[in-house]
Protein backbone atom coordinates (compact mmCIF):
# COMPACT_ATOMS: atom_id res chain seq x y z
CA UNK A 1 0.00 0.00 0.00
CA UNK A 2 1.17 3.44 -0.52
CA UNK A 3 0.99 6.05 1.78
CA UNK A 4 0.90 9.07 -0.78
CA UNK A 5 -0.33 8.24 -4.14
CA UNK A 6 0.04 4.46 -4.01
CA UNK A 7 0.64 -21.86 -16.85
CA UNK A 8 0.37 -36.28 -28.76
CA UNK A 9 -1.84 -35.97 -25.73
CA UNK A 10 1.26 -38.16 -26.09
CA UNK A 11 -0.14 -40.23 -29.25
CA UNK A 12 -0.07 -42.93 -26.56
CA UNK A 13 1.46 -45.54 -28.97
CA UNK A 14 0.25 -48.50 -27.72
CA UNK A 15 2.60 -51.16 -29.04
CA UNK A 16 1.22 -54.89 -30.52
CA UNK A 17 3.83 -56.89 -30.80
CA UNK A 18 3.81 -59.60 -32.80
CA UNK A 19 5.00 -62.73 -31.28
CA UNK A 20 4.53 -65.89 -33.85
CA UNK A 21 1.04 -66.58 -33.42
CA UNK A 22 1.35 -66.61 -29.56
CA UNK A 23 0.67 -63.19 -27.30
CA UNK A 24 2.72 -63.29 -24.00
CA UNK A 25 0.14 -61.85 -20.83
CA UNK A 26 1.95 -60.06 -18.31
CA UNK A 27 1.36 -61.01 -14.37
CA UNK A 28 -1.18 -59.60 -13.68
CA UNK A 29 -0.17 -56.28 -11.34
CA UNK A 30 -0.99 -56.57 -7.48
CA UNK A 31 -3.80 -54.09 -6.67
CA UNK A 32 -3.07 -51.25 -4.93
CA UNK A 33 -2.41 -47.05 -6.45
CA UNK A 34 -2.41 -46.06 -9.84
CA UNK A 35 -2.63 -42.75 -11.98
CA UNK A 36 -3.74 -42.27 -15.20
CA UNK A 37 -2.94 -38.89 -17.22
CA UNK A 38 -5.82 -36.64 -19.11
CA UNK A 39 -5.34 -33.68 -21.34
CA UNK A 40 -8.97 -31.51 -20.68
CA UNK A 41 -8.45 -29.21 -23.04
CA UNK A 42 -5.49 -28.13 -25.60
CA UNK A 43 -5.15 -24.55 -27.56
CA UNK A 44 -1.96 -25.51 -29.48
CA UNK A 45 0.58 -23.03 -27.61
CA UNK A 46 -0.88 -24.88 -24.36
CA UNK A 47 -3.38 -26.95 -22.77
CA UNK A 48 -4.45 -27.89 -19.29
CA UNK A 49 -3.73 -31.41 -17.81
CA UNK A 50 -5.39 -33.80 -15.17
CA UNK A 51 -4.22 -36.62 -13.23
CA UNK A 52 -6.29 -38.97 -11.33
CA UNK A 53 -4.80 -41.39 -8.76
CA UNK A 54 -6.95 -43.80 -7.81
CA UNK A 55 -6.53 -46.79 -5.23
CA UNK A 56 -7.04 -49.76 -6.03
CA UNK A 57 -5.64 -51.18 -2.43
CA UNK A 58 -7.80 -52.95 -0.04
CA UNK A 59 -6.19 -50.28 2.85
CA UNK A 60 -6.05 -46.45 2.98
CA UNK A 61 -3.56 -44.82 0.76
CA UNK A 62 -1.76 -41.81 2.85
CA UNK A 63 0.41 -39.25 1.23
CA UNK A 64 1.33 -39.45 -2.77
CA UNK A 65 3.76 -38.34 -4.82
CA UNK A 66 3.52 -38.61 -9.00
CA UNK A 67 6.60 -37.75 -10.87
CA UNK A 68 6.82 -37.16 -14.64
CA UNK A 69 9.13 -35.52 -17.50
CA UNK A 70 8.23 -32.97 -19.85
CA UNK A 71 10.39 -32.64 -23.33
CA UNK A 72 12.31 -29.62 -23.44
CA UNK A 73 10.54 -26.80 -24.52
CA UNK A 74 7.31 -28.00 -22.78
CA UNK A 75 6.68 -26.49 -18.59
CA UNK A 76 4.21 -26.45 -15.86
CA UNK A 77 2.88 -23.34 -15.25
CA UNK A 78 0.16 -22.33 -13.05
CA UNK A 79 -1.19 -26.01 -10.92
CA UNK A 80 -3.98 -26.35 -8.36
CA UNK A 81 -4.40 -29.08 -5.61
CA UNK A 82 -1.36 -30.02 -5.58
CA UNK A 83 2.29 -29.01 -4.19
CA UNK A 84 4.87 -28.54 -7.04
CA UNK A 85 8.68 -29.26 -6.89
CA UNK A 86 10.98 -29.06 -10.38
CA UNK A 87 14.17 -29.86 -11.44
CA UNK A 88 15.07 -29.54 -15.09
CA UNK A 89 12.09 -31.15 -16.85
CA UNK A 90 11.25 -33.56 -13.86
CA UNK A 91 8.24 -32.10 -12.37
CA UNK A 92 7.16 -34.17 -9.09
CA UNK A 93 3.72 -33.53 -7.61
CA UNK A 94 2.66 -34.22 -3.97
CA UNK A 95 -0.25 -34.00 -1.62
CA UNK A 96 -1.63 -31.34 0.33
CA UNK A 97 -2.73 -31.87 3.96
CA UNK A 98 -6.37 -32.47 3.58
CA UNK A 99 -6.01 -34.45 0.00
CA UNK A 100 -3.29 -37.18 1.35
CA UNK A 101 -5.47 -39.67 1.88
CA UNK A 102 -7.54 -41.96 -0.34
CA UNK A 103 -9.67 -44.82 1.13
CA UNK A 104 -9.95 -47.89 -1.45
CA UNK A 105 -11.62 -47.28 -4.00
CA UNK A 106 -11.60 -43.53 -3.90
CA UNK A 107 -9.61 -41.66 -6.56
CA UNK A 108 -8.42 -37.46 -6.24
CA UNK A 109 -7.15 -35.29 -9.14
CA UNK A 110 -4.77 -32.64 -9.40
CA UNK A 111 -4.75 -30.23 -12.59
CA UNK A 112 -1.89 -28.08 -13.90
CA UNK A 113 -1.72 -25.65 -17.41
CA UNK A 114 1.40 -27.23 -19.54
CA UNK A 115 2.79 -24.49 -21.88
CA UNK A 116 4.21 -25.97 -25.37
CA UNK A 117 3.55 -29.10 -27.48
CA UNK A 118 4.77 -31.71 -25.34
CA UNK A 119 3.24 -34.28 -22.60
CA UNK A 120 4.40 -35.94 -19.47
CA UNK A 121 6.25 -39.56 -20.02
CA UNK A 122 7.92 -41.47 -17.40
CA UNK A 123 5.48 -41.18 -14.77
CA UNK A 124 5.83 -42.46 -11.46
CA UNK A 125 3.44 -42.64 -8.54
CA UNK A 126 5.09 -43.21 -5.06
CA UNK A 127 8.22 -44.37 -6.52
CA UNK A 128 6.45 -47.02 -8.76
CA UNK A 129 5.37 -46.95 -12.76
CA UNK A 130 2.33 -45.25 -12.97
CA UNK A 131 0.47 -47.87 -14.65
CA UNK A 132 -3.04 -48.01 -15.16
CA UNK A 133 -6.02 -50.44 -14.30
CA UNK A 134 -4.69 -54.07 -14.04
CA UNK A 135 -3.75 -55.31 -17.63
CA UNK A 136 -6.71 -57.49 -19.45
CA UNK A 137 -6.58 -61.74 -19.19
CA UNK A 138 -7.15 -61.53 -22.84
CA UNK A 139 -4.96 -60.64 -25.83
CA UNK A 140 -4.95 -56.81 -27.06
CA UNK A 141 -6.80 -56.04 -30.07
CA UNK A 142 -4.28 -56.21 -33.10
CA UNK A 143 -5.71 -52.77 -34.91
CA UNK A 144 -3.03 -50.36 -35.88
CA UNK A 145 -3.12 -47.30 -33.93
CA UNK A 146 -3.98 -44.34 -35.56
CA UNK A 147 -0.91 -42.14 -36.88
CA UNK A 148 -2.12 -39.00 -36.78
CA UNK A 149 -2.41 -36.83 -33.58
CA UNK A 150 -6.03 -36.69 -31.68
CA UNK A 151 -7.56 -33.13 -32.34
CA UNK A 152 -7.44 -30.11 -29.94
CA UNK A 153 -10.06 -28.29 -28.96
CA UNK A 154 -10.29 -24.90 -28.22
CA UNK A 155 -10.62 -23.41 -24.35
CA UNK A 156 -14.23 -23.27 -23.84
CA UNK A 157 -16.98 -20.93 -25.20
CA UNK A 158 -19.47 -21.71 -23.05
CA UNK A 159 -19.76 -20.65 -19.53
CA UNK A 160 -17.38 -22.85 -16.77
CA UNK A 161 -18.33 -25.19 -14.49
CA UNK A 162 -19.86 -23.55 -11.18
CA UNK A 163 -18.05 -26.26 -8.95
CA UNK A 164 -14.91 -25.04 -7.36
CA UNK A 165 -11.87 -27.68 -6.41
CA UNK A 166 -12.08 -29.67 -2.88
CA UNK A 167 -10.86 -27.17 -0.35
CA UNK A 168 -10.26 -27.17 3.28
CA UNK A 169 -12.90 -26.26 5.78
CA UNK A 170 -13.38 -22.47 5.86
CA UNK A 171 -13.11 -21.49 9.43
CA UNK A 172 -15.72 -20.15 11.86
CA UNK A 173 -16.06 -16.42 11.56
CA UNK A 174 -18.88 -14.04 11.94
CA UNK A 175 -18.17 -12.19 8.67
CA UNK A 176 -20.17 -11.67 6.03
CA UNK A 177 -20.06 -14.57 2.91
CA UNK A 178 -18.92 -11.47 0.93
CA UNK A 179 -17.01 -8.23 2.44
CA UNK A 180 -16.12 -4.91 1.58
CA UNK A 181 -12.39 -4.33 3.16
CA UNK A 182 -10.80 -0.46 3.31
CA UNK A 183 -7.53 0.70 4.48
CA UNK A 184 -7.81 3.64 6.95
CA UNK A 185 -5.13 6.28 7.11
CA UNK A 186 -3.37 6.89 9.94
CA UNK A 187 -1.14 9.60 8.82
CA UNK A 188 -1.61 13.43 6.84
CA UNK A 189 -1.80 13.13 3.16
CA UNK A 190 -3.69 14.75 -0.11
CA UNK A 191 -6.50 12.72 0.69
CA UNK A 192 -9.05 13.54 3.37
CA UNK A 193 -8.51 13.22 6.83
CA UNK A 194 -10.94 10.81 8.64
CA UNK A 195 -11.42 9.84 12.22
CA UNK A 196 -12.03 6.32 12.01
CA UNK A 197 -15.91 6.49 13.22
CA UNK A 198 -16.29 8.37 10.18
CA UNK A 199 -15.56 5.50 7.92
CA UNK A 200 -18.49 4.77 5.86
CA UNK A 201 -20.85 2.16 6.57
CA UNK A 202 -20.51 -0.23 3.26
CA UNK A 203 -17.05 -1.43 4.95
CA UNK A 204 -16.91 -4.08 6.74
CA UNK A 205 -13.43 -4.45 7.31
CA UNK A 206 -11.60 -1.58 8.34
CA UNK A 207 -7.49 -2.14 8.33
CA UNK A 208 -5.32 0.80 10.02
CA UNK A 209 -2.64 1.41 8.52
CA UNK A 210 -0.37 1.14 9.94
CA UNK A 211 1.51 -0.83 12.32
CA UNK A 212 5.29 -0.03 13.02
CA UNK A 213 8.68 -1.35 13.45
CA UNK A 214 10.42 -0.46 16.29
CA UNK A 215 14.30 -1.00 17.12
CA UNK A 216 13.36 -4.79 18.71
CA UNK A 217 13.66 -6.99 15.21
CA UNK A 218 9.78 -8.30 14.83
CA UNK A 219 8.03 -5.61 17.01
CA UNK A 220 5.26 -3.06 16.29
CA UNK A 221 3.96 -0.45 17.84
CA UNK A 222 0.74 1.74 17.10
CA UNK A 223 -0.32 5.35 18.43
CA UNK A 224 -1.95 8.06 16.26
CA UNK A 225 -0.24 9.85 13.81
CA UNK A 226 0.46 13.75 16.00
CA UNK A 227 -0.11 15.31 12.03
CA UNK A 228 -3.14 13.36 11.55
CA UNK A 229 -4.25 14.47 14.79
CA UNK A 230 -3.47 18.32 13.96
CA UNK A 231 -5.39 17.67 10.80
CA UNK A 232 -8.72 16.39 12.43
CA UNK A 233 -8.47 19.30 15.66
CA UNK A 234 -7.16 17.17 17.87
CA UNK A 235 -7.29 13.59 17.84
CA UNK A 236 -6.00 11.20 20.51
CA UNK A 237 -4.88 7.46 21.21
CA UNK A 238 -8.42 7.77 23.37
CA UNK A 239 -10.46 9.00 20.75
CA UNK A 240 -9.69 5.90 18.46
CA UNK A 241 -10.02 3.64 21.17
CA UNK A 242 -13.43 5.04 21.34
CA UNK A 243 -14.09 4.91 17.61
CA UNK A 244 -12.82 1.35 16.91
CA UNK A 245 -15.44 0.09 19.81
CA UNK A 246 -18.47 2.03 18.00
CA UNK A 247 -17.33 0.54 14.45
CA UNK A 248 -17.48 -2.98 16.49
CA UNK A 249 -20.95 -2.44 17.94
CA UNK A 250 -22.15 -1.95 14.41
CA UNK A 251 -20.70 -5.52 13.64
CA UNK A 252 -17.89 -4.13 11.69
CA UNK A 253 -14.39 -5.42 12.30
CA UNK A 254 -11.12 -2.89 12.42
CA UNK A 255 -7.95 -4.88 12.17
CA UNK A 256 -4.39 -3.95 12.45
CA UNK A 257 -2.02 -3.31 9.31
CA UNK A 258 1.29 -4.04 9.67
CA UNK A 259 3.77 -2.53 6.84
CA UNK A 260 3.21 -0.66 4.10
CA UNK A 261 5.23 0.76 1.29
CA UNK A 262 7.42 2.26 3.50
CA UNK A 263 7.11 -0.17 6.35
CA UNK A 264 10.35 -2.16 7.70
CA UNK A 265 8.97 -4.98 9.80
CA UNK A 266 11.77 -7.63 9.89
CA UNK A 267 10.21 -11.13 11.29
CA UNK A 268 13.41 -13.91 10.11
CA UNK A 269 13.71 -16.04 13.13
CA UNK A 270 12.22 -17.34 15.65
CA UNK A 271 13.11 -14.64 18.21
CA UNK A 272 11.46 -11.88 15.71
CA UNK A 273 8.18 -14.06 15.36
CA UNK A 274 7.97 -14.45 19.13
CA UNK A 275 8.17 -10.42 19.09
CA UNK A 276 5.93 -9.64 16.27
CA UNK A 277 2.71 -12.03 17.65
CA UNK A 278 3.66 -10.43 21.10
CA UNK A 279 3.16 -7.19 20.63
CA UNK A 280 0.73 -7.29 18.18
CA UNK A 281 -1.43 -9.43 20.67
CA UNK A 282 -0.53 -6.35 22.83
CA UNK A 283 -2.28 -3.31 20.69
CA UNK A 284 -5.32 -5.63 20.23
CA UNK A 285 -5.18 -6.12 24.22
CA UNK A 286 -4.95 -1.88 24.12
CA UNK A 287 -7.37 -0.85 21.23
CA UNK A 288 -9.89 -3.92 21.03
CA UNK A 289 -8.55 -4.97 17.34
CA UNK A 290 -10.42 -7.74 15.71
CA UNK A 291 -7.19 -9.27 13.84
CA UNK A 292 -4.45 -8.37 11.81
CA UNK A 293 -3.65 -7.50 8.51
CA UNK A 294 0.02 -8.03 6.71
CA UNK A 295 1.14 -6.06 3.96
CA UNK A 296 4.32 -6.39 3.91
CA UNK A 297 6.24 -5.08 1.00
CA UNK A 298 10.08 -5.13 1.39
CA UNK A 299 10.64 -8.68 2.14
CA UNK A 300 8.54 -11.51 3.62
CA UNK A 301 9.78 -14.79 5.48
CA UNK A 302 7.17 -17.11 4.76
CA UNK A 303 8.49 -19.12 7.65
CA UNK A 304 9.06 -17.38 10.65
CA UNK A 305 5.81 -15.21 9.87
CA UNK A 306 3.71 -18.43 10.00
CA UNK A 307 5.10 -18.57 13.52
CA UNK A 308 4.42 -15.77 14.73
CA UNK A 309 0.58 -15.92 13.50
CA UNK A 310 0.20 -19.14 14.48
CA UNK A 311 1.35 -18.14 17.68
CA UNK A 312 -0.72 -14.82 18.12
CA UNK A 313 -3.43 -16.75 16.85
CA UNK A 314 -2.94 -19.08 20.02
CA UNK A 315 -3.36 -15.83 22.03
CA UNK A 316 -5.92 -14.43 20.69
CA UNK A 317 -7.99 -17.95 19.70
CA UNK A 318 -10.10 -19.00 16.84
CA UNK A 319 -11.92 -15.33 15.98
CA UNK A 320 -8.77 -14.38 15.05
CA UNK A 321 -9.18 -12.21 11.54
CA UNK A 322 -5.61 -12.60 9.85
CA UNK A 323 -6.06 -10.88 6.52
CA UNK A 324 -2.78 -9.98 4.28
CA UNK A 325 -2.00 -7.53 1.06
CA UNK A 326 0.21 -8.87 -1.11
CA UNK A 327 1.82 -7.01 -3.88
CA UNK A 328 0.41 -9.03 -7.38
CA UNK A 329 4.31 -10.75 -8.09
CA UNK A 330 4.05 -12.24 -4.43
CA UNK A 331 1.10 -14.46 -5.49
CA UNK A 332 2.45 -15.86 -8.34
CA UNK A 333 4.53 -18.76 -6.86
CA UNK A 334 2.36 -21.01 -4.68
CA UNK A 335 6.30 -21.73 -3.09
CA UNK A 336 7.52 -18.81 -2.53
CA UNK A 337 6.85 -15.38 -0.47
CA UNK A 338 3.10 -14.56 0.52
CA UNK A 339 1.75 -17.40 -1.60
CA UNK A 340 3.60 -20.07 0.97
CA UNK A 341 2.91 -18.17 3.82
CA UNK A 342 -0.90 -18.25 2.84
CA UNK A 343 -0.87 -21.96 1.68
CA UNK A 344 1.07 -22.96 4.86
CA UNK A 345 -1.53 -21.15 7.45
CA UNK A 346 -4.64 -21.42 5.26
CA UNK A 347 -6.45 -23.49 8.05
CA UNK A 348 -6.47 -20.23 9.64
CA UNK A 349 -6.28 -17.55 7.10
CA UNK A 350 -8.95 -15.41 7.21
CA UNK A 351 -8.21 -13.74 3.53
CA UNK A 352 -5.69 -12.47 0.93
CA UNK A 353 -6.47 -9.07 -0.78
CA UNK A 354 -3.99 -9.21 -3.37
CA UNK A 355 -3.19 -5.67 -4.78
CA UNK A 356 -4.05 -5.90 -8.56
CA UNK A 357 -2.62 -2.51 -9.33
CA UNK A 358 0.79 -1.08 -9.65
CA UNK A 359 1.91 -4.23 -11.19
CA UNK A 360 2.04 -3.52 -15.16
CA UNK A 361 1.47 -6.24 -17.58
CA UNK A 362 1.57 -10.20 -16.03
CA UNK A 363 0.64 -13.62 -16.66
CA UNK A 364 -2.54 -15.09 -15.60
CA UNK A 365 -3.80 -18.85 -14.82
CA UNK A 366 -3.98 -19.50 -18.07
CA UNK A 367 -0.18 -18.77 -18.98
CA UNK A 368 -1.09 -17.67 -22.61
CA UNK A 369 -1.24 -14.31 -22.55
CA UNK A 370 0.45 -10.82 -20.73
CA UNK A 371 -2.43 -9.17 -19.03
CA UNK A 372 -2.48 -5.74 -18.93
CA UNK A 373 -3.46 -4.00 -15.32
CA UNK A 374 -6.64 -2.13 -15.21
CA UNK A 375 -8.47 -4.11 -17.14
CA UNK A 376 -11.32 -7.07 -16.03
CA UNK A 377 -9.47 -9.51 -17.72
CA UNK A 378 -6.03 -8.66 -15.83
CA UNK A 379 -7.83 -9.08 -12.23
CA UNK A 380 -9.37 -12.27 -13.35
CA UNK A 381 -6.73 -13.98 -14.60
CA UNK A 382 -4.32 -13.07 -12.06
CA UNK A 383 -6.98 -13.97 -9.14
CA UNK A 384 -7.04 -17.55 -11.12
CA UNK A 385 -3.57 -18.02 -10.21
CA UNK A 386 -4.77 -18.34 -6.24
CA UNK A 387 -8.27 -20.01 -6.62
CA UNK A 388 -7.00 -22.88 -8.67
CA UNK A 389 -3.71 -23.16 -6.95
CA UNK A 390 -4.70 -24.07 -3.10
CA UNK A 391 -6.75 -21.27 -1.87
CA UNK A 392 -10.38 -21.35 -0.63
CA UNK A 393 -12.41 -18.98 -2.71
CA UNK A 394 -13.33 -17.48 0.48
CA UNK A 395 -9.70 -16.64 1.30
CA UNK A 396 -9.22 -14.28 -2.06
CA UNK A 397 -10.31 -11.01 -2.33
CA UNK A 398 -9.60 -9.02 -4.95
CA UNK A 399 -7.88 -5.15 -4.09
CA UNK A 400 -8.42 -2.31 -6.42
CA UNK A 401 -7.78 1.31 -5.80
CA UNK A 402 -10.44 3.59 -4.69
CA UNK A 403 -9.85 5.90 -7.77
CA UNK A 404 -7.27 9.06 -8.94
CA UNK A 405 -4.79 9.63 -6.56
CA UNK A 406 -4.60 5.99 -4.76
CA UNK A 407 -2.16 4.57 -7.06
CA UNK A 408 0.33 5.06 -9.72
CA UNK A 409 -1.24 2.52 -12.15
CA UNK A 410 -3.72 0.03 -12.12
CA UNK A 411 -6.78 2.14 -11.38
CA UNK A 412 -10.15 0.72 -12.47
CA UNK A 413 -13.73 2.22 -12.36
CA UNK A 414 -16.28 0.90 -9.73
CA UNK A 415 -18.18 -1.00 -12.76
CA UNK A 416 -14.64 -3.19 -13.69
CA UNK A 417 -14.41 -4.55 -10.07
CA UNK A 418 -18.19 -5.63 -10.22
CA UNK A 419 -17.34 -6.94 -13.56
CA UNK A 420 -14.75 -9.20 -11.92
CA UNK A 421 -16.01 -10.20 -9.10
CA UNK A 422 -18.97 -11.44 -11.66
CA UNK A 423 -16.81 -13.32 -13.99
CA UNK A 424 -15.21 -14.96 -10.89
CA UNK A 425 -18.42 -15.71 -8.92
CA UNK A 426 -21.24 -16.10 -12.08
CA UNK A 427 -19.08 -16.67 -15.11
CA UNK A 428 -20.66 -13.37 -16.90
CA UNK A 429 -19.55 -10.12 -17.75
CA UNK A 430 -15.77 -11.73 -18.26
CA UNK A 431 -13.50 -10.35 -20.96
CA UNK A 432 -11.32 -12.41 -23.25
CA UNK A 433 -10.30 -14.24 -20.43
CA UNK A 434 -12.76 -16.87 -19.16
CA UNK A 435 -11.57 -18.70 -16.15
CA UNK A 436 -12.08 -22.73 -15.91
CA UNK A 437 -14.74 -22.52 -13.64
CA UNK A 438 -16.62 -19.86 -10.89
CA UNK A 439 -15.99 -19.45 -7.17
CA UNK A 440 -19.56 -18.55 -5.70
CA UNK A 441 -17.55 -17.68 -2.40
CA UNK A 442 -15.02 -15.45 -3.61
CA UNK A 443 -14.81 -13.28 -0.63
CA UNK A 444 -14.81 -9.82 -1.67
CA UNK A 445 -13.37 -6.76 -2.45
CA UNK A 446 -10.40 -4.34 -0.76
CA UNK A 447 -9.55 -0.69 -1.65
CA UNK A 448 -6.69 1.29 -1.52
CA UNK A 449 -8.25 3.29 0.88
CA UNK A 450 -11.63 4.50 2.72
CA UNK A 451 -9.56 7.90 2.57
CA UNK A 452 -9.39 8.23 -0.88
CA UNK A 453 -13.05 6.50 -1.55
CA UNK A 454 -14.04 10.11 0.26
CA UNK A 455 -11.93 11.88 -1.60
CA UNK A 456 -13.44 10.64 -4.99
CA UNK A 457 -17.02 10.88 -3.63
CA UNK A 458 -17.01 7.18 -1.90
CA UNK A 459 -17.70 5.86 -5.56
CA UNK A 460 -16.36 2.58 -4.94
CA UNK A 461 -18.29 1.89 -1.83
CA UNK A 462 -21.42 2.83 -2.93
CA UNK A 463 -20.97 1.25 -6.47
CA UNK A 464 -18.94 -2.37 -5.54
CA UNK A 465 -20.50 -2.22 -1.24
CA UNK A 466 -23.69 -3.19 -2.66
CA UNK A 467 -23.07 -5.06 -5.51
CA UNK A 468 -20.99 -7.81 -3.16
CA UNK A 469 -24.52 -8.55 -1.35
CA UNK A 470 -26.00 -9.70 -4.94
CA UNK A 471 -23.26 -12.22 -5.33
CA UNK A 472 -23.80 -16.15 -4.91
Known sequence: MKRSSPLILSLVTVLTVALGAAWLAKPAHAAGPTATFAKVSDWGTGWEGKYTITNEGSSSLTG????FDLPAGTTVGTYWEALLHSSGQ????????????????????FGFIGSGPGSPTNCQLNGAECGSAPPPTTPPPTTTPPTTAPPTTSPPTTAPPTTPPPTTTPPNDDLPAHILTGYWH???????????????AEYDVVAVAFAEATTTPGEVTFAIDPGLSAALGGYTDADFSADVQTLRSQGRKVIISVGGETGRVAVNDAASAVAFADSVYALIQQ???????????????????AQALRSLRAQVGAGLIIAMAPQTIDMQNP???????????????????TQFYNSGAMLGCDQRFAYSQGTVNFI?????????AGLRPDQVGLGLPAGPGAAGGGVVAPSVVNAALDCLTRGTSCGSFQPPRTYPGLRGAMTWSVNWDVTNGNSFAQTVGPHLDTLP
Open 186 to 200: NFDNPAVELRLREVP
Open 64 to 67: WRLA
Open 335 to 353: ATSYFKLALDIQDILTVVN
Open 287 to 305: YGFDGVDIDLENGLNPTYM
Open 380 to 388: VALACIQLE
Open 90 to 109: RYTFSNQSWNGTIAPGASIS
